[in-house]
């Protein structure tokens, strides 16, 4: 009896071409927008079939998703041994001096209004992780006492994903290091910690 994990039915993934596509997907956001970015333009971007595309990503909102994802890597709640850095670690997901990577994320938050299927699926994968990273650190805290019991935690966790795509979506860019941790010392903070 064999284990079926051990031996993968069909073809194994082709991780370049994966990259390739992601790739060529990203700088098409760039430089034509999520209007322009079009399957077949993504595939002769990427020197490959519109079927390699489908194959991987079932709709153009599944793939550009995707391309924004992997434009950014993902964060797991952190436990640095203090609320602060807690705090600081999963908020710190919002910096970066990546220009590529703010300027894909624009072209996806300018189209999220108009495209219902879009906005759904961006919320889920971009939006939402970093935000129950942050829930999950100050709900973390809360149950050790240090946070108190009646703090509104979703909107204090949305406060730096609410800065942070709005920096984007008006310079295209992400907050830096040192507006972040103004947000967790000087907003979160005493949000959470207020006598």
Not at 25 to 34: M, N, S
Not at 57 to 79: F, G, H, M, N, Q
Not at 171 to 186: C, F, I, M, N, P
Request: proline share 6%; net charge negative; glycine share 8%.
């Amino acid at each position: 009896m064999s284990d079926a994990s051990a031996n993968p039915v069909g073809r194994p993934r082709d991780l370049e071409l994966e990259s390739r596509i992601l790739s060529a997907t990203q700088d098409l956001l760039i430089e034509i927008g999520y209007g322009g970015t079009t399957i077949a333009a993504v595939a002769e971007r990427a020197h490959c079939g519109k079927s390699a595309i489908y194959r991987r990503w079932e709709t153009k909102a599944d793939l550009i998703v995707a391309a924004v994802r992997a434009s950014r890597p993902r964060s797991a709640p952190p436990d640095t041994g203090s609320l602060r850095g807690d705090l600081l670690a999963a908020a710190l997901h919002f910096a970066g001096s990546d220009e590529r990577s703010g300027r894909v994320l624009a072209s996806l938050l300018s189209a999220i209004g108009g495209d219902p299927v879009l906005y759904e699926a961006a919320y889920r994968e971009v939006g939402q992780p970093p935000v129950l990273a942050l829930t999950a650190v100050i709900e973390r805290w809360m149950a050790e006492g240090t946070v108190q019991k009646d703090v509104p935690v979703g909107l204090i966790a949305g406060i730096v994903p609410t800065a942070a795509f709005g920096s984007v979506v008006l310079r295209k860019q992400y907050l830096d290091r040192e507006a972040v941790t103004e947000l967790v010392d000087h907003v979160l903070l005493p949000a959470l910690l207020r006598p």
